[in-house]
């Protein structure tokens, strides 16, 4: 039989130096890595975010795709309605802005009556579009809209040609 103390010998036990460096090690295994996450993760948060970019690109590609094939699928009424409303909105919108700008030089009661006017039509347009909805294709509804659309131009247009708008 073998005796534990003699299984040894004395070459075979590691010196202080090498003890110390040993330990060291195992320390150092224990703690774990003391690297920064940034360094210590770098592909995995790089796949992270172009996979995210990916998913994002792909949600707006289907959202710009689904957008499309809606607007693609309405009646061409429909999208004149839209574009003409939009336009009328818009320039409105500018020439409102630029009365409010140059009314010194319009007076006071010609200029409250157009603003009464605009008004009233604005209010009937409002009034027209809540008994329709937006896909109604009825000619009588939709002309009327047209009339009401024609007189707001109208009243624009006489505005710029009277000088009380500068475009």
Known sequence: MIHPDSFYSGNDYPQRQQKSSMWARIKGEIAGPSKIFFLSDRRSFLYGMAASFLLMFAAVGVYATLRGAIEYSQPQ?????????????EFEELAVQTVSENQNSITNELALTRKEHLHLLDRAIQELKQETNSNDLSTLKRSRLRQLYSLKLKLLQEMIEQGEIEL
Not at 77 to 86: G, I
């Open 77 to 89: 009424a429909v999208k004149l309605d839209k574009a003409y409303q939009s336009a009328i909105r």
